[in-house]
């Protein structure tokens, strides 16, 4: 959709001027052509250099450049694109584009254009917030501008979290591709069920090592984590993917966290915390070894295997349940089950204080552990929901559904 498109990209000055370098790349990656244009306050965070540098393009910075501007530079920059982006669009930008403020290159291509323009909103939670921001916001959208953003997360700021992340760069070259598709509506911010929500999920098995080339696992393929991980992110969420060993690659504009072992899968949990929603899909081993041995473990001709002190590992969905500080709004665990499913899925959600528990029977006969179907049951204290035997995506699609639904409707 981008091949032999012309974008003009626009930074301003914000701290998530460091993610419009990746942004350049990944516009170039879809054969795009970007004509980078940077404010004064764009170049305390990053530089024209490394802007040039993956433009492959000159990044024009002055609005009184002799050169540049000895045949109306910023109208043809205005002109002579398919779409102007702002990223990231600051309070200040969005201010001086409702009130027709032209008193630097930016602002002047803004005002001269006839061009679609897509912004992506950064800036801190509270200054997103303002009446002021949130009414321009308004007019803008009115006046026709697309918007992506901003996204709920932690902020530069430390202990700062709330709405007004830059959306990731993937998230905003689909959205420009959208846009001159014809698919999003002028002046309409696209309306996904989870936008600004967060969610953190964990995907796939843990690998507990025993010595340096064997370890404790188990047949869980990640498919079904994935699979919620791309659908929660295609409605909008902002997701944090924690994945333990699989085979399968990671889901595309998705921020993935790679680890192997329950300690490790337990601190990247925390790490990404607070948010709105957490789902414990991986099928984390419940047992580690004390103490890994240094070296390969030898058979010493007795016929008999080496014993293995075996300690229980941390439970992930457990202690998020239950530290109030950490809990989301909304917790989800699975429950992979070969007997008694309902009283140990229900057990379960009790204990763990879980909000709801998707439970299935992963006996070997049935084929879920590492296969592309699967059958769940929704457990929570409202009663027990049957699904039918579905695609693991098409569960993750319902399970979103269900989760946007949860959200929309009061008291939530």
């Known amino acids: 959709m981008l091949a032999g498109k012309t974008i003009v990209l626009i930074i301003s000055g914000g701290i998530a001027a460091y993610k419009s370098l990746d942004l350049i790349r990944r516009l170039r990656e879809r054969k795009a052509r970007v004509r980078v244009v940077m404010t004064k306050g764009a170049q305390q965070f990053i530089t024209p250099l490394a802007a040039g540098a993956l433009s492959a393009d000159k990044v024009y910075t002055e609005l009184f450049d002799r050169e540049a501007e000895q045949d109306v530079g910023h109208i043809r920059l205005a002109r002579e694109c398919d779409l102007i982006l702002v990223a990231p669009a600051t309070a200040d930008m969005m201010a001086k584009m409702v009130h027709g403020i032209a008193d630097d290159l930016a602002t002047a291509i803004l005002l001269a254009t006839d061009k679609p323009v897509l912004l992506a909103p950064a800036m801190n939670p509270s200054m997103w917030g303002n009446p002021a921001t949130q009414r321009n916001q308004a007019t803008l959208s009115s006046d026709g501008k697309h918007f992506v953003g901003p996204k709920r997360g932690e902020m530069a700021e430390s202990g700062e979290a709330g709405i007004g992340r830059m959306a990731e760069p993937l998230e905003i070259a689909q959205e420009v591709g959208e846009i001159l598709a014809g698919k999003a509506v002028s002046g309409t911010p696209i309306d996904k069920p989870l936008s600004g929500r967060r969610v953190v999920i964990t995907s796939g098995p843990t690998h507990e090592p025993i010595d340096p080339v064997r370890y404790i696992a188990n047949r869980s393929s990640g498919k079904q984590g994935h699979a919620i991980a791309q659908a929660a992110a295609e409605a909008g969420a902002d997701v ?15 921020t993935v966290v790679h680890v192997e072992t329950a300690k490790a899968m337990l601190q990247a949990v925390k790490n990404a915390l607070p948010a709105d929603i957490a789902i414990m899909a991986a099928a984390v081993a419940d047992w580690g070894v004390a103490a890994e041995d240094g070296h390969k473990i030898k058979k010493d001709g007795s016929g008999k295997p080496p014993a293995l002190d075996l300690i229980e590992n941390p439970d992930i969905l457990a202690t998020i349940g239950h530290n109030d500080t950490l809990r989301p709004m ?25 909000d709801w528990i998707v439970a299935n029977n992963v006996s070997a006969e049935g084929g879920i552990m590492g296969g592309d179907k699967n059958t769940v049951r929704i457990v929570s204290s409202e009663g027990v929901e049957d699904w039918p035997q579905l695609d693991k995506t098409e569960v993750a699609g319902r399970l979103v559904e269900k989760i946007a639904a949860f959200f929309n409707s009061p008291p939530h």
Not at 240 to 254: A, E, K, R, Y
Not at 333 to 346: D, S, V
């Open 330 to 354: 909304l917790l989800i665990g699975f429950a992979a089950e070969t007997q008694n499913l309902l009283e140990n899925a229900t057990s379960k959600l009790t204990r763990k204080r879980a």
């Open 240 to 254: 944090i993917l924690v994945s333990g060993p699989v085979t399968i690659p990671d889901p595309q504009g998705i």
